[in-house]
């Protein structure tokens, strides 16, 4: 069934102007949904999306370069944390009308790669050292956006089974270790249903939280 209550398109925008996690199964279209959304604000403001391409499958890709056209922003490839960071350090954020990560997953699946780490989800998710890192880092990216304000930031994650309980009432969660969860202010999932597809507010770090969790909204309400 549809998973919570709708909201509509310009209700989402009005929150989404801080630091988000946007979450979801693999090649269900996160990524072509931030590319229309980049190009949505490009047309409405004028100004360009800053996008960061970390993940193998948007970098020197057809993939990758249809989702730039679609975006018209600023598209930088990234594939590493120092990169992301470095790019982040060099810009003027304030002159973006969005800033995309795509994806956090992607910096994880990087650092394990470099450092010859193999761990399943579960184990990764559970192992100390790879969620102090994680949090560390995801410090640092709050650390150097924290004074864009007003401008929408979103980063990809892929998704994972939690392993205890549920996540905010959800069955899965983003791929990211918990401790780094604390520095984002909104967590959304994106999903399909009966062919369409769906955001859903999971986590708002907001005084009135409850009016937000649990809704969702097509995604053609806010794209289009």
Known sequence: MLRGKKMDGSEFLKILKEIWILYGDPFIGKSRFVANLCSKLYEKTNKQGLYLAVDTNLIATTYGEQLKKIAKADWRETPNIESVLSTLNSVDLSKYSIIVIDSVSGILD????????????????????????????????SRVIKNVKGIPIILIAHTTPQIKGTFYGEQD?????????????????????????YIKIVRYRDINEDRWRGKSIPIEAIIG
């Open 173 to 197: 969660r983003p791929r990211i270790p918990h401790l780094s969860l604390i520095n984002f202010t909104g967590i959304a999932k994106f999903y399909v249903f009966k062919g369409k597809r």
């Open 110 to 141: 990087e650092i394990l790669e470099r450092f010859g780490i193999e761990l399943t989800d579960v184990d990764e998710l559970l192992d100390l050292r790879i969620n102090l890192l994680m949090s560390r880092i995801s410090r640092l990216l």
